[in-house]
C-alpha cells in the first residue's frame, strides 16, 4: 500500500516530527523505510519473526512499522510507560527476536532497564546476543547514538542495508499474504496480564482506510497525532489512516504536551487533531489557547 501511495503522492508531505526537526516528504518516507527493511533482512528477520518497539513516538517508531510489515515480521507494541516486569512478560509473551529501544523517556532509563533484565547484553557482540531469559532474543537496538555495550545503534542497523539487494527485498514481499499477522498489541490488564492481541495487514489497513475515509481525508488533510503510537490511535487511525489517503502525519511532541499540539496546528495549518478527552480540556484550558489560529481545523477523533 505504502508503495502505490508514493506512486501517487511522491512530493506530499508524508512525516513531520517537531521534536526531532524532521520533514519527509513520500518518496523520502519510502527510502528510510526501504533502508530498514533490507537491514532488517540481512541480519535476518524472518516472515512472523516479532520485533519488539519501546519508545515514544518518533520518526523511526513509524520506520520500523512499515518495514516490519514489508518483511512479514510482526511488529510488537510496548508501551513505554512499562515497568520491568511488564517488559519482561511481553518479551517472554510475544517470544521477540529483536527489540529496537529509546534510550529514557520521562523517569524510565530504557538501557538501565533492559540491561537489568538482560545482563548478558553487557558482554555481547552485537546480533549474537543469548539471554537465558529470553531465548528467542538475539538483537537489541538502541535509538540513542551512542548505546550500551551488546546495543546496535539505528544508524547501524540502518547501513546494514547496503548488504541487501532491492531485488531481494521485492522477493520477500512476493511470498506475504494481506491476511498474515503484522502487530501485536497488548490490552491493558485489569485482574490479569495484559493480553497480546495479534492484528493482521488486512485488519488494519481497512480499519485505518475506512476511519479515515468516513472523515473524508484526502493528499491534502494534515493530522496531528499527540495520541501515542504504540496504541492503536496512534500507529493504526494515525499512521495508517493518514497513509492510505497520502496525508501527512504530524507529531508536535515525544510525550503529549498541550502547548506543542497548539504550536503544531497553527504551524501546520493541520487540518485534524486527534486525542482522549483530557487532552482536549488540557488543551482548552491552556492559559495560551486564545493566541492561536485554529482555524484550519475542520475534523479529528476524541476517543474514550
Known amino acids: 500500500k505504502l508503495d502505490g501511495i508514493v506512486r501517487l503522492f511522491p512530493d506530499n508531505e508524508a512525516l513531520i516530527v517537531h521534536h526531532q526537526n524532521i520533514r519527509l516528504t513520500y518518496s523520502q518516507l519510502q527510502e528510510q523505510v526501504n533502508e530498514c527493511a533490507k537491514a532488517l533482512l540481512t541480519i535476518g528477520i524472518n516472515i512472523g519473526d516479532r520485533v519488539g518497539i519501546w519508545s515514544s513516538n518518533r520518526f523511526e517508531w513509524t520506520v520500523l512499522q512499515f518495514a516490519t ?20 512478560y511481553a518479551l517472554k509473551q510475544s517470544a521477540c527476536t529483536m527489540i529496537v529501544i529509546a534510550d529514557k523517556f ?41 548505546p550500551q555495550d551488546g546495543m546496535l545503534s539505528w544508524t547501524a542497523l540502518m547501513h546494514k542495508s547496503k548488504s541487501c539487494s532491492t531485488v531481494t527485498l521485492e522477493k520477500r514481499q512476493k511470498e506475504l499474504d494481506f491476511d498474515d499477522p503484522v502487530n501485536i498489541q497488548y490490552t491493558s490488564g485489569t485482574t490479569g496480564f495484559p493480553k497480546g492481541a495479534t492484528l493482521s495487514h488486512h485488519n488494519i489497513l481497512n480499519n485505518a482506510y475506512f476511519v479515515a475515509k ?65 487532552m482536549f480540556i488540557a488543551i482548552l484550558e491552556h492559559p495560551e489557547f486564545n493566541n ?13
Do not use: W
Open 292 to 304: 492561536f489560529d485554529l482555524s484550519s481545523l475542520r475534523t479529528g477523533i476524541m476517543a474514550g
Open 69 to 88: 510489515a514489508k518483511v512479514g515480521a510482526i511488529l510488537v507494541n510496548i508501551n513505554p510507560s512499562y515497568r520491568i516486569h511488564e517488559l519482561e
Open 214 to 278: 468516513t472523515m473524508k481525508y484526502t493528499d491534502k488533510d494534515r493530522v496531528i497525532i499527540p495520541v501515542p503510537l504504540y496504541h492503536c490511535f496512534g500507529m493504526v487511525l494515525g499512521n495508517l489512516g493518514c497513509m492510505t489517503h497520502g496525508a501527512t502525519m504530524i507529531y508536535p511532541s515525544q510525550g503529549y504536551e498541550p502547548l506543542a499540539v497548539l504550536q503544531a496546528v497553527e504551524k501546520e495549518k493541520a487540518t485534524a487533531l486527534y486525542g482522549v478527552p483530557t
Open 106 to 146: 520521562k523517569t524510565s532509563d530504557y538501557h538501565k532497564m533492559l540491561l537489568e533484565l538482560v545482563p548478558e547484553l553487557a558482554n555481547t557482540d552485537n546480533g549474537s546476543l543469548k539471554a537465558s531469559k529470553f531465548p528467542a532474543l538475539t538483537t537489541v537496538v538502541s535509538l540513542s547514538e551512542s
